[in-house]
């Protein structure tokens, strides 16, 4: 495939940056990384501006509230139609069903229902939980409990999932013709939270779903994102996240970052 002239949104955040390097990277392709100063999520003319001419978008969440997100994504899908995108690469989550308690699980497969029915062709990741994001939870629960990180979690497992990981299949995704299907990308092992708690150097404790929400409320957490990890953790309770896949050894060629070597970096300033 020749150049391409590739959108990134979020491009100057952890995930679209790294996505849009990768591709900077590849060959003689145009790539744009789009930002909330030069087409913000809530513009719907300075997003059509930024996409016209564009060959792929490779489409980031936006974040905050779920309702917000929503009407963002809405932005986005709109400005791509409108431009003519010829492939839009979607990062969405492996828990995208409508009967998930999950907030963001309700505007993943709102923005996925939206793509498919634009008629654009499209290919979506969905992605795992973010290894860096669960262990950061990990440890910020953890330094305001003594050590001890309290997580309504039950038996669930999860499959965490490397930001680099993520932005490599991507990134890959963005170089390839459209799937038109989803392709869930995850970590190498499905780990009891226990475990990963255990791993991040903190002991496990039990909590109920209300004595989590308290606990975050205590310590100065905003109510939306108190309600986004309980909603988060009762997912992961359903079993919701703890599939793995072959996805990002398909897509990039290399294995899938195990939760030691995420550990690892962290513990030398790499994450």
């Known amino acids: 495939m ?69 009407v963002h994504h809405q932005h986005v899908l709109a400005a791509a139609e409108a431009s003519g995108v010829r492939h839009v690469v979607l990062l969405s989550g492996v828990d995208a069903d409508v009967d998930s308690p999950f907030c963001y699980a309700h505007t993943n497969g709102h923005t996925e229902r939206l793509l498919r029915a634009s008629g654009l062709p499209y290919s979506i990741a969905r992605a795992g939980l973010f290894t860096e994001f669960f262990v950061g939870l990990i440890r910020q629960v953890g330094a305001s409990h003594g050590g001890t990180v309290a997580l309504p979690a039950g038996a ?7 930001r680099d990981d993520v932005a490599g299949c991507l990134a890959a995704l963005a ?35 209300a004595e989590f929400a308290g606990a975050l409320l205590r310590h100065g957490e905003q109510p ?12 992961v309770r359903q079993g919701r996240w703890a599939a793995t896949s072959g996805a990002v050894a398909e897509l990039t060629g290399r294995a899938p970052t195990p939760l030691r070597d995420v550990l690892a970096a962290a513990s030398t300033g790499g994450v």
């Open 2 to 70: 020749g150049g391409l002239r590739i959108a990134v949104t979020g491009g100057t955040g952890r995930v679209g940056g790294q996505v849009a390097r990768l591709l900077a990277a590849d060959g003689p392709h145009d790539v744009v990384a789009l930002s909330s100063r030069t087409a913000p999520y809530d513009d719907p003319a300075a997003l059509r501006a930024a996409l016209t001419g564009v060959d792929t978008l490779v489409f980031v969440s936006s974040d905050g509230e779920a309702a917000r997100v929503i």
């Open 156 to 162: 669930g497992r999860v499959a965490l999932v490397a």
């Open 175 to 209: 170089l390839r013709e459209p799937t038109n299907g989803h392709h869930d990308v995850t970590g190498p092992e499905s780990l009891p939270v226990e475990a990963v708690v255990a791993a991040a150097g903190y002991r496990y404790a039990d909590a109920t779903p």
């Open 224 to 235: 939306w994102w108190t309600y986004a990890y309980a909603s988060m953790f009762d997912s």
